[in-house]
């Protein structure tokens, strides 16, 4: 049994209709997967594997044609997205340009009905722990790419999600910045204890920000194991030639 704050996806199946005839096709096709409370997973795979489709199935953006998603041993199937109590991250931040800084990261915040000085205290500590101390006043149009998305990283850890999940959040970054970010990226959803499933096609940034490393190719589960693991002992020829080994 997953520990208490996990998730437990069981023989899930994704499927899109692909024209008015009924044909459709698999994106997710029978993946199990467990990822327990505080842990780091990272979904990775080239484009078009299915890992998207499984991280929007379990936000409840999309409907499982077959199997179970189940957070803290609850049975999701019948719960709207907006009561799951999970955060979601994408590749743009999204960020509110009406709103400074502060307001962005403060914006869950609001909707909780927090007052305004434990909402003040929880906006100073996230930026704090992305690396943004003073910046609440700052416009978001005035900050680099890299800063929106520590802002939009922020935000979405604010409400102190039950589970967050980040999909291709450094993607649209430059090379050395994304390296930067992911080690970032890592020690923040650590340091808050944050239970994560992280998309992405760049092995090396799933490697860096993971604790463990979910390959997918083609709707289907391949391999999951530590970083080191996947290194010294890829499952198979497909999971060695993704991981360029």
Same mark, same amino acid.
């Given at each position: 049994?997953?520990? @208490?704050?996990?998730? &437990? ?10 024209s008015r005839r009924d ?5 997710? #096709?029978?993946?199990t997967? #467990?990822? &327990? ?8 795979? @080239? ?9 929007r199935a379990v &936000? ?8 179970t998603?189940?957070? #803290? ?14 955060g979601?991250?994408? =590749?743009?931040? =999204? ?16 909707? =909780?009905?927090?007052?305004?000085? #434990? ?23 005035t900050?680099?790419?890299? =800063?929106q998305?520590? +802002?939009?990283? &922020? ?5 102190q999600?039950?589970?967050?999940l980040?999909?291709e959040?450094?993607s ?34 799933a490697?860096? +920000? ?5 390959v ?10 530590t970083?080191d693991a996947?290194?010294?002992?890829p ?9 360029g080994i």
């Amino acid at each position: 049994m997953i520990e @208490p704050g996990g998730l &437990a996806i069981r023989d899930v199946v994704v499927r899109y209709g692909r024209s008015r005839r009924d044909t459709t096709t698999t994106a997710v #096709d029978g993946v199990t997967l #467990d990822v &327990a409370g505080g842990e780091v997973l990272a979904l990775l795979g @080239p484009s078009g594997c299915g890992k998207s489709s499984l991280l929007r199935a379990v &936000a409840g953006l999309e409907p499982v044609a077959a199997g179970t998603i189940e957070f #803290d041993g609850e049975d999701l199937a019948d719960v709207p997205v907006h009561r799951r109590g999970f955060g979601l991250l994408f =590749q743009e931040g =999204q960020l509110f340009p009406h709103r400074d800084v502060g307001r962005n990261v403060a914006y869950g915040l609001e909707i =909780q009905k927090m007052s305004r000085a #434990d909402r003040d205290a929880r906006v100073e500590e996230l930026l704090e722990a992305v690396g943004l101390t003073g910046y609440a006043r700052r416009a978001v149009a005035t900050l680099s790419g890299g =800063q929106q998305q520590r +802002v939009a990283l &922020a935000r979405s850890l604010a409400p102190q999600p039950r589970l967050l999940l980040l999909d291709e959040p450094l993607s649209a970054l430059d090379r050395q910045l994304r390296e930067r970010l992911a080690h970032d990226v890592r020690r923040t959803l650590k340091d808050t204890g944050t239970t994560s499933v992280f998309v992405t096609h760049d092995h090396a940034e799933a490697f860096t +920000v993971a604790d463990r490393v979910a390959v997918m190719d083609a709707g289907r589960l391949l391999q999951v194991d530590t970083p080191d693991a996947l290194r010294t002992a890829p499952a198979s020829d497909r999971v060695a030639e993704f991981l360029g080994i």
